[in-house]
Each structure stands twice: as C-alpha cells, then as structure tokens.
C-alpha cells in the first residue's frame, strides 16, 4: 500500500517539478542528473546491504535503462518543454493500454474483458481531463511534443513488460540502481553528442530549480523507481501501471492547490472517472497473476 502511495502520489507530482527545472536545464542533463543521483543513493543503500551482481544482470539493467530512462524518461522530459505537465500525464495514462497490447501480442492471448474495460474507462476520464485543462483543445499542442510523450509511454511500457518477464535473483532496489546508471550513461552520451552538456552551466539554475531537481533526485527516482520496481515483482503489471490514471488527477489538484487553478465540478466528475477505472483494473481477474508469481519465485531464490 505504501509502495502504490509513492507511485500514484509522488509521481503525480514530479510533472511539476520536471516542467519548472526543464525550463532551465536541458532535458538530456535533467534526466541524467536523476539517474545517477537516484543510482548513487540506491546502489550505496544495496553496497552497505551487502547486494551483488552479475553479468546477466547488467544485460538487463542496459535494456531496462535505456527503455525506462533513455527514451522513457528523456522523451518525457523533452515533451514537457512544449506540453503542460498536467497534460503531459495524459499522454502517460496510454502506458496501460501498451502494456496489455504487449502482453497479449507476447502471450499470443487476450486480455480479460475487465482490464480492458479498465484501461479504456481510465484512459476517457483521463482524455476529459486533457480537453477541460487545455486552452483551445487539441489543436494547440505541439506534434513535436506530443510524438515524445506517445514514444515515451511505449517506451515505457516496454520495460516494463521486460522487466516483469526477465527471471533475476537481484533484489528491486539494487536492480532499479544498476538501470538507473545505465540509463544515466546513456543519457550521459546523448548530451554529449547534442551539445547540450558544453553549451550548459550549473550556474545558470536558480535556488527553485535546484529544489526542484533534490525531490525529482530523492523521492521521484530513488524512493519513486524503487518502489515501481518492486511492485512489479509481486503485482500483476496491468494493477501497477493504474498509477498513470492517478497521476493527472495528483496533478489537478496540485495545480489547484499551488498554481490556484479551478476546481469546479467537471474536474472532480472526471477524477471520480479516473479512480473508478483504477479499482476496475485493481478487481479484475487476469491470468496474469501466475505470471507473475513465478517471476517472484524466482527473485526470491
């Protein structure tokens, strides 16, 4: 249950917090600053426990961190510099919908009728809450901003398909840091060839950005990716990934509540839309379960 408060609760705020420092920072060295600054605190805490590693597991941490973070997290934070962070969530909500597509295209079976029910009631509110949010509809967004966050959540919803699927002895947290530092590498890389590292100075960030950036670092990646990463050993992936349907809500009411943004009776209908479509999806019986408790077995060996 605290696991589901951290993704659903602070994730939902990290799209104000990745738009306010985005604005300062390049999204290639935003997005590399949070993987190694997540990876230094995760792999310290799996060092000082005694954790391990070995060849096998950093063939899936470079897979895994360059899906979650190289195009994951570096689309999203990319797209975040021409699309608001509250409808940037909505582009992530589609994350359920690529999941189950994965699955059933991997499984070669259909999902249950509930889930996709779920995902498609889940996805609606979410939509309303993008149109009700908007200034002028659609027709405003940027292509190139909203081509990053649908590449994102597939991205996204990629690794977590491998995730789920590749059998590691490897506890969570030290298997999130070892993909937290690949994909800070690799993100590393990118700001290298763009230009972007040379052309940026540290100097050039106020003291919000830099608040911004320590939550982003310490809850968002380090306790936030943790607790994902963990959940998806020992709950079905379609029940974890819910937390894209609470995320814009997580942002409505911030915006709301810090930005003194309306919140009027449309909103909170569409709210209640989003948390309906999430105990659909949490209820529904799926064949997935024992997918994935093998996959928990075999992490406990």
Known sequence: ???????????????????????????????????????????????????GSSRADWTGSMIAGGLFFLTGQGLLAYGLRFIPSGTSAV???TIPLWIVLFGALIDRRAPSWLTMVGCVVGLAGVAILALIRVEGGLEEWSPLGTAALLLSSVSWAAGTEFSRRRRTSEDPLSRTGRQLLCGGVFLLAVAVLKGDLAAWSPTQIGAETIGAMVFLIVCGTALGFGAYSWLLRVVRPAVVS???????????????????????????????????????????????QGAGSREQGAGSR
Do not use: K
């Open 91 to 93: 582009f992530l909500a």
């Open 242 to 288: 819910t937390y894209a349907f609470v995320n814009p809500v997580v942002a409505l009411i911030l915006g709301w509540a810090l930005a003194g943004e309306p919140l009027t009776p449309v909103l909170l209908g569409a709210s209640g839309v989003v948390l309906a479509a999430v105990a659909i999806v949490i209820l529904s019986p799926s064949s997935e």
């Open 1 to 51: 249950m605290l696991a589901f408060l951290v993704i659903y609760l602070i994730w939902g705020s990290t799209f104000l917090a990745m738009r306010s420092a985005v604005a300062e920072i390049p999204a290639s060295i935003l997005v590399c600053i949070r993987c190694f600054g997540g990876a230094a605190i995760l792999l310290g805490w799996a060092r000082w426990q005694g954790g």
